[in-house]
């Protein structure tokens, strides 16, 4: 892996309060999240700013419908220069396949993941929306599914990184949110993990938000993250 581990979720309500915190963030030290809510804000020219900014954008839109209108979608944030990109796995291997497809000719292809199964679902959530099986068999199942369409990798909780790394192999890149420092607030997070933990439990990059974007000096917070997974690289990670 080339780059930061680190991604911040800049979970702004605009544009303003988006680009004020990241003049204050040192690009060297993270890639940058960019999701719904932010980007239906302000569209496509803060995720151009935040590149001129010298950042690495994951475009976190999550993307499910028929397979041309995801390939499209997927395009189009490949012509915005965008790093990462990503999809529902629920939208089937199809869907999947002709994302993966429509992004080989990019001039800078993004690399493409998958969601597997929202943690906002519980295991009585599944039935309803005809899932069988635990939610950890579905995530298994969806990844595997993922990772036979052809994409780059899937984003999981840090706390199914080890059964998906026993599945998938060692290299398929897993993307893992709920990350605290022990001394940081979970906020509205239940199930968190330390940075060296998850590293530690295979994961490939970090979404981290709060903790960086609430701190006084986010440097500062980056930098005690990045000193934890250098801790978890160290004992062999
Ligand atoms: O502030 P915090 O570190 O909790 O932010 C985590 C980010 O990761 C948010 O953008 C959130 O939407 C996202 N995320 C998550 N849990 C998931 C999937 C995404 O927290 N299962």
């Given at each position: 892996m080339i780059g930061s581990p680190i991604i911040i979720a800049l979970d702004f309500p605009g544009a303003a309060a988006a680009i004020e915190f990241t003049r204050r963030l040192d690009a060297s030290l993270c890639r940058v999240k960019v999701g719904k809510e932010l980007f239906t804000a302000t569209g496509p020219g803060l995720v151009e700013a935040l590149q001129r900014q010298g950042f690495d954008v994951f475009l976190d839109l999550k993307f499910h419908d028929i397979p041309n209108t995801v390939a499209g979608a997927c395009r189009a944030a490949a012509g915005?220069?965008?790093?990462?990109?990503?999809?529902?796995?629920?939208?089937?291997?199809?869907?999947?396949?002709?994302?993966?497809?429509?992004?080989?000719?990019?001039?800078?292809?993004?690399?493409?993941t998958a969601v597997t199964v929202l943690t906002s679902l519980s295991a009585a959530d599944l039935p309803e929306i005809g899932l069988s099986g635990t939610p950890e068999e579905n995530v298994l199942r969806l990844a595997a599914l993922a990772r036979d369409a052809g994409l780059d990798g899937v984003v999981c909780s840090a706390h199914e990184a080890?059964?998906?790394?026993?599945?998938?192999?060692?290299?398929?890149?897993?993307?893992?949110?709920?990350?605290?420092?022990?001394?940081?607030?979970?906020?509205?997070?239940?199930?968190?993990?330390?940075?060296?933990?998850?590293?530690?439990?295979?994961?490939?990059?970090?979404?981290?938000?709060?903790?960086?974007?609430?701190?006084?000096?986010?440097?500062?917070?980056?930098?005690?993250?990045?000193?934890?997974?250098?801790?978890?690289?160290?004992?062999?990670?």
């Open positions: 915005l220069g965008v790093w990462m990109v990503n999809v529902h796995a629920l939208g089937g291997r199809a869907m999947m396949r002709t994302a993966r497809d429509a992004l080989e000719g990019a001039v800078r292809r993004p690399l493409l080890k059964a998906l790394r026993s599945t998938l192999g060692e290299r398929f890149p897993l993307v893992t949110p709920g990350i605290r420092m022990p001394d940081d607030a979970a906020g509205d997070q239940s199930r968190i993990v330390t940075p060296r933990d998850a590293i530690a439990a295979g994961a490939t990059y970090l979404v981290v938000g709060r903790p960086v974007t609430r701190a006084a000096e986010p440097n500062a917070a980056l930098a005690r993250i990045l000193a934890d997974i250098a801790q978890a690289r160290a004992r062999g990670a």
